[in-house]
């Protein structure tokens, strides 16, 4: 290392990822300079991701629970959007959390310096700021530098009413027909928004099913109630072309249920995410970098042993709370601790409506990998507190080990899903097994109970639902 560095680490990337290991690093004593291209903090999730989404997908929640229960005596006026005022609404939401950021580093005396930064050697970082260019040199580097949607040839028309993630988020106007490329998370939550707030929605998905990844009996009661919703929903069948026309953005469609093509006033793609590696100049350093992705151990170490990389950069699942996590081990080994990244799971919720959660196995990929398992699984009708709300869709399913009895895997669709996610994480970290949740005593009435029901239904302590 250096004898002359400016500081023992530099962190580039001000994410999720990004800022918890400049914090931590900060917090263990080490020297810390934080470089972010833009001028707040936060990244992708705070400014364009995580939290902007659910705050508008909190508007569409309020809004289709008043249209709900019209038929239950509660009868509200036709909403009026005001379309600034959210806007303003939501951008306060984000400045809360990045303002927070920024007097965070402050306290901990991290200096973030705004500018894009590029390896210059194995100890040199050059940024390039609007106050000119500055060299970095460092000890210890972490690359957190995030991802960037992907817009594949054919969907890369240069059209304003064409949109990634960020576009859909900035909601300029609610499209009176909206095409939504890209039938995963991301994708979907977009709908959701959109269709709340008056749009007809429209989702094409080349796989054969919606929502890679999650339990297919869980994304039953999810599809149902998009499919009741939404204009169309095309599945297997792939985008083959887009046309700027005057009246709206014409879409070629090649699949078994789409009709040849059909003109969309915005079109939003969300057809994945590519890791930002490719931005930091990283072969400078020594390093090698495959499509944007650059290799790290459960150390957060790459190939070359000072320098680290955690979040999107490194690879699936590209998710917020995988990012923090990596970032604190990553400081920690800086910091000389004996961290590594050694989670059994990390769960992933679609915060869709209903809410789709899922942690550890799914029964397809128990039967995939061999693992004989025996389950659970509660349906919502019979939760008290579901039928209170009126959202008696949900389903709450655990998978157990037959072998063990322990449990391996659960899957949540219903109201809240994602917040319940978080008991069944803990469950499958600490190595329990149906009757240990089981005898949990869960308050009641709430959604929590499901969790304790499922784990009693596969140990058929109750067999009758009650
Ligand atoms: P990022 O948040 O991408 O941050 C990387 C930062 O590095 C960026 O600020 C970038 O400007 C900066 N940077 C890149 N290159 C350079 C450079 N050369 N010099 C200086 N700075 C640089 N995840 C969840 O867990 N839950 C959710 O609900 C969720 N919702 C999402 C909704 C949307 C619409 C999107 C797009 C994503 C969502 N995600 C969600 C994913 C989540 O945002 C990412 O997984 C997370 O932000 C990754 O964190 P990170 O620290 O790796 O990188």
Redesign the pocket.
């Known amino acids: 290392a250096p004898t002359d560095a400016d500081c023992d680490v530099v962190v580039?990337?001000?994410?999720?990822?990004?800022y918890t290991a400049a914090f931590r690093a900060a917090d263990l004593g080490l020297k810390v300079i934080l470089?972010?291209?833009?001028d707040t903090l936060?990244?992708?999730?705070l400014?364009?991701?995580?939290i902007p989404?659910?705050a508008l997908l909190h508007v569409g929640h309020i809004l289709d629970t008043a249209e709900q229960f019209k038929d239950h005596g509660v009868v509200f006026g036709k909403p009026k959007i005001e379309l600034d005022k959210l806007r303003d609404w939501k951008s306060s939401v984000v400045g809360k959390l990045t303002g927070g950021l920024a007097s965070m580093a402050k306290q901990r005396k991290v200096e973030t310096v705004t500018?894009?930064?590029?390896f210059a050697g194995p100890h040199e970082l050059k940024?390039d700021g609007k106050d000119g260019g500055r060299t970095i040199k460092f000890k210890h580097a972490i690359i957190?530098?995030?991802?960037r949607?992907v817009a594949p040839p054919g969907m890369d028309l240069d059209d304003p009413r064409v949109m990634d993630?960020?576009g859909a988020?900035e909601l300029e106007e609610i499209p009176k027909r909206l095409l939504v490329v890209g039938g995963g998370?991301?994708g979907l939550?977009?709908a959701t928004v959109y269709e709340a707030l008056g749009a007809k929605v429209t989702v094409v998905e080349l796989m054969d099913r919606l929502m890679a990844g999650a339990d297919k009996d869980i994304l039953r009661p999810f599809e149902k109630r998009i499919r009741a919703r939404y204009e169309n929903i095309y599945t297997g069948t792939k985008v083959a072309g887009m046309e700027a026309l005057k009246k709206g953005i014409k879409v070629t469609f090649e699949g078994k249920d789409a009709p040849e093509n059909d003109t969309f006033d915005r079109v939003l793609v969300a057809v994945g995410?590519r890791p930002?590696g490719d931005?930091?100049n990283a072969e400078a350093a020594g390093l090698e970098v495959d499509r944007g992705f650059i290799k790290a151990d459960e150390q957060m170490r790459t190939s070359v042993p000072h320098i680290f990389a955690?979040?999107?950069?490194i690879g699936q699942p590209?998710?917020?709370?995988?990012?923090t996590h990596e970032?604190k081990v990553a400081a920690e080994v800086i910091a000389g601790e004996k961290s590594a990244f050694d989670a059994r799971v990390i769960p992933s919720?679609a915060?869709t409506d209903p809410e789709v959660a899922w942690v550890g196995l799914t029964e397809e990929q128990a039967k995939e990998q061999g693992i004989k398992v025996e389950k659970g699984a509660f349906p919502w009708a019979a939760s008290g507190r579901a039928l209170a709300m009126g959202r008696e869709e949900g389903m709450t399913k655990l998978l157990f080990d037959a072998e063990t009895g322990r449990v391996v895997g659960g899957s949540i669709v219903g109201v809240s899903a994602g917040d319940l996610i978080g008991e069944v994480a803990l469950a499958i970290e600490m190595g329990s097994d149906a009757t240990d949740i089981g005898l949990t005593v869960h308050p009641h009435p709430t959604l929590s109970e499901t969790v304790c029901f499922a784990a009693e239904m596969a140990e058929g302590t109750i067999t009758d639902l009650y």
Not at 144 to 147: R, V
């Open positions: 580039i990337g001000a994410g999720p990822g990004g470089v972010e291209r833009y936060g990244g992708v999730c400014n364009v991701g995580c989404s659910k500018g894009k930064a590029e940024v957190a530098a995030g991802s949607p993630s960020t988020l998370i991301i939550e977009m995410r930002n931005l930091v955690i979040g999107d950069v590209m998710l917020a709370h995988k990012a970032g919720v915060y």
